[in-house]
């Protein structure tokens, strides 16, 4: 008997994630504009604090709303990391005589998490006769998924090796994903030396600029 497949929705561990649905996160939001708004009418102690404090709120409320969900930018990001390893499954699952969507299925099924469920989508429509593009618009807003997109579109299209491609994707994906770090490291680096920086002119204007000042002007005066 064969082994049940695996939800392509739940993740390594066997669970499916909890996304935090759209009511908590309004109901948040307000709470976190409210106390907000509060607290500026709390420091101001007048009653000029209040349409301040209206406005904060407001503000901070339209703000909160275009930041995007903790889950959701999670998933993005899970989606992002697990793209090259999908597209190096599925030149192997093409490369040993797949179909398509039986081999961009059977990566789903290896793979799990939130880019399984879309890689499991494409392969729904692809069984379903929906036109290449259609299919494969479901990997749409994970970074470095449309190339992958395109050259599925152009093997579809011209009769390409979607292998050869989905090889050299991995590879770029990887060399890009190192770029990416090695610029965030020099970043972080920069960053770091900014507090210090910032604690260290004080402290050198007060222990050794101020001192001579004084100096000279007690020898002067």
Same mark, same amino acid.
């Given at each position: 008997m064969p082994p049940a497949r695996r939800p392509a929705s739940?993740?390594?561990?066997?669970?499916?994630?909890?996304?935090?649905?759209?009511?908590?996160r309004m109901i948040r939001r307000i709470v976190v504009?409210?106390?907000?708004?509060?607290? =500026? =009418?709390?420091?101001?102690?007048?009653?000029?604090?209040?349409?301040v404090a209206a406005l904060a709120a407001y503000g901070i409320d339209r703000w909160l709303r275009r930041?995007?969900?903790?889950?959701? +930018?999670?998933?993005?990001? +899970?989606?992002?990391?697990?793209?090259?390893?999908?597209?190096? $499954?599925? %030149?192997?699952?093409?490369r040993a005589g797949a179909p398509v969507d039986h081999a961009v299925s059977a990566v789903a099924e290896a793979l799990g998490g939130p880019l399984a469920e879309r890689l499991d989508r494409v392969a729904r429509s692809l069984r379903l006769d929906a036109d290449p593009p259609e299919a494969w618009s479901h990997l749409a807003g994970v970074r470095g998924a449309d190339r992958l997109t395109a050259a599925a579109v152009r093997s579809?299209?011209?009769g390409g090796a979607l292998s050869g491609a989905c090889t +050299? $994707? @991995?590879?770029?994906?990887? @060399?890009d994903r190192a770029i990416a770090?090695?610029? %965030? @490291?020099?970043?972080?680096?920069?960053? =770091?030396?900014?507090?210090?920086?910032?604690?260290?002119?004080?402290?050198? $204007?007060?222990?050794?600029?101020?001192?001579?000042?004084?100096?000279v002007l007690g020898d002067v005066l």
């Open positions: 739940a993740d390594r561990r066997g669970h499916r994630p909890r996304p935090c649905s759209p009511g908590r504009a409210l106390t907000c708004g509060a607290a =500026i =009418i709390w420091y101001a102690g007048h009653w000029w604090g209040m349409p930041q995007e969900p903790a889950d959701v +930018r999670a998933s993005r990001t +899970r989606a992002e990391a697990d793209l090259p390893l999908a597209a190096d $499954l599925l %030149a192997a699952a093409l579809s299209t011209s +050299r $994707l @991995a590879a770029d994906l990887r @060399a770090a090695e610029a %965030a @490291a020099r970043r972080a680096g920069v960053l =770091i030396v900014l507090p210090l920086g910032l604690c260290f002119l004080p402290a050198f $204007l007060l222990a050794g600029l101020v001192p001579v000042v004084v100096a």
